[in-house]
C-alpha cells in the first residue's frame, strides 16, 4: 500500500507516493528524482545521506518518508542557484575538500547546519560537527580548511 507524501524540498511543493517502508533517500531519489542525496551504508553510520530536515540534519536513510510527510527537507540540491554553486560548495571546491566526492552531500549538508547555527565556528566545532560524517578519501584537513574558508566566505558575504 502506498502512502501519499507532501514535503517542501528545497523550497519547492513535491508531491509523490511511498510505501510506509520507503527511507526518504529512497524517496527522494526515486520518486522526486533528486539523486544528490547518496546512500552509503544504509545505517546512519556513513553520513552520506544527511539532508536537513526542519532546518536539522537527518540520515535520511534512518527517516521513512511518511516520517517527513509535511516537513521542510533541505537537500545538496537547493545548495546550487540557477547552476551555481552555492558559497558552501563553492568552498569544498576551492580548498579541494574532495577526492571522489561520494560523500560531499552529506558533509555540505551538515556543515550548511553548523554554518547557520554558528557561523564562526572553531576548528575544534567543525571537527565535532564533522565527525558523523565519513570520508574514506581525505585526511579530513583539506574538509576542515573547505568548512573554514565557507565561514570565512559567508562572514564577507553579510
Do not use: W
Not at 82 to 90: F, I, R, S
Not at 109 to 126: S, Y
Amino acid at each position: 500500500m502506498k502512502h501519499e507524501i507532501s514535503l517542501v524540498v528545497n523550497g519547492v511543493e513535491r508531491r509523490g507516493s511511498a510505501e510506509a517502508r520507503t527511507s526518504l533517500a529512497d524517496f527522494l531519489r526515486e520518486e522526486l528524482d533528486l539523486t544528490g542525496t547518496h546512500v552509503g551504508c544504509e545505517q546512519g553510520v556513513c553520513g552520506a545521506c544527511t539532508v536537513l530536515v526542519q532546518g536539522e540534519p537527518v540520515r535520511s536513510c534512518l527517516l521513512f518518508a511518511v516520517q517527513a510527510n509535511g516537513s521542510r527537507v533541505e537537500t545538496v540540491e537547493g545548495l546550487s542557484v540557477d547552476g551555481e554553486l552555492g558559497p558552501v560548495p563553492a568552498a569544498f571546491r576551492e580548498a579541494i575538500s574532495f577526492q571522489c566526492a561520494f560523500c560531499s552531500p552529506g558533509f555540505l549538508m551538515t556543515v550548511t547546519a553548523l554554518l547557520r547555527e554558528n557561523p564562526k565556528p572553531t576548528t575544534d566545532e567543525i571537527r565535532v560537527a564533522i565527525a558523523g560524517n565519513v570520508c574514506r578519501c581525505t585526511g579530513y584537513e583539506s574538509i576542515v580548511a573547505g568548512v573554514r574558508r565557507a565561514a570565512e566566505g559567508l562572514q564577507a558575504d553579510e
